[in-house]
């Protein structure tokens, strides 16, 4: 619907490319919503280029990036707008309010709540992760240690971790195999140009960290290509012969208007996963083409394969 309106909205101002999918005049009401709950909380927000820096006149400015909630608004209609914005500044100001260092400070408190979230790296959108206990698994993606509220995800600091008595080594292990125990949305074949792509979806924000331990989901294949878009989505096919070729262009397609849509927005990219290595395989887009660079070693996988069985 936002598309649409781009193309015949005329003198409609368009939003910046960050919030691509509104309408002009459905940004501007965005913005509007946003700045009006932040006032009625006594601050005095500024808006900027996709975030918000909200200032109370005593305590030190906060900023908070407005992609995400955006990303939130456009998927419902206009007038739920407004309670989906407050929910989301109310959920912020209760991480503001916590005391994380006293929280930090008993490892066996913090150690059931530890989780590895994916979040994209600078190159999909994603910020500077600082002080944060984090890796990078391949290009795209962050693997963010992070504290799981009810309400919300902290990030974990490196002076935290450093007054643990285990090394990262052993808190990331913990904190995948706290994803690992919980509940898995169902997975589901999709049917993406004659070949049946999996793809599990759900409303955790662990989804696509499951991306981590693919192994799980592979059913004994050593290989797999796939794509983690957003936090709630993942999708993974077998490489196990070369119908892989076939499923990788719509997977490309899917992964890239899932990461326009959000929320939580992590990689455009599709990725191999290598016995339980994780490799980057460049794709990109010139207006229908999709240019596709893969590294050599998967082209020698390609080449080891056989040709899929006729359906």
């Known amino acids: 619907m936002g598309f649409l309106k781009r193309l015949v909205g005329g003198g409609d101002p368009p939003a910046p490319e960050w919030a691509a999918f509104f309408s002009g005049s459905e940004y501007r009401q965005f913005l509007e919503i946003v700045v009006a709950d932040l006032r009625r909380r006594g601050y005095d927000p500024q808006v900027g280029d996709g975030f918000v820096t909200a200032d109370t006149g005593g305590q030190e400015p906060v900023t908070w990036g407005l992609g995400n909630l955006a990303q939130l608004c456009n998927q419902e209609d206009p007038s739920r707008w407004e309670s989906i914005v407050a929910t989301h500044f109310t959920a912020l100001e209760q991480m503001v309010g916590r005391d994380m260092d006293a929280l930090a400070a008993d490892f066996e408190q913090v150690r059931p709540i530890l989780r590895v979230r994916l979040m994209p790296d600078e190159s999909m959108g994603g910020v500077a992760v600082g002080q ?19 309400d919300s995800t902290a990030t974990v600091q490196e002076d935290h971790l450093a007054g643990w008595p285990v090394g990262a080594d052993e808190v990331f292990d913990i904190a995948i195999a706290n994803v690992r125990a919980e509940p898995p949305p169902a997975a589901e074949s999709v049917d993406a140009d004659g070949v049946q792509v999996r793809v599990m979806a759900g409303d955790s924000f662990y989804v696509a960290s499951r991306a981590l331990f693919l192994d799980d989901l592979l059913g004994g294949v050593r290989d797999g290509v796939f794509a983690v878009p957003n936090r709630h989505v993942l999708l993974w096919y077998p490489v196990t012969d070369l119908s892989v070729v076939q499923a990788m262009s719509p997977m ?3 992964a890239s208007n899932l990461f326009r849509e959000g929320p939580g ?4 990219q599709l990725y191999w996963w290598r016995g339980g290595e994780v490799v980057h395989l460049p794709h990109g887009a010139t207006g229908k083409n999709i240019n596709f660079v893969p590294p050599d070693d998967f082209v ?11 359906r």
């Open 132 to 150: 944060a206990v984090s890796r990078r698994p391949a290009p795209g993606m962050i693997a963010n240690l992070v504290y799981d509220f009810p």
């Open 252 to 254: 490309f397609q899917i």
């Open 265 to 268: 927005s992590i990689s455009d």
């Open 300 to 310: 020698a996988l390609l080449n080891g394969l056989a040709e899929p069985p006729p």
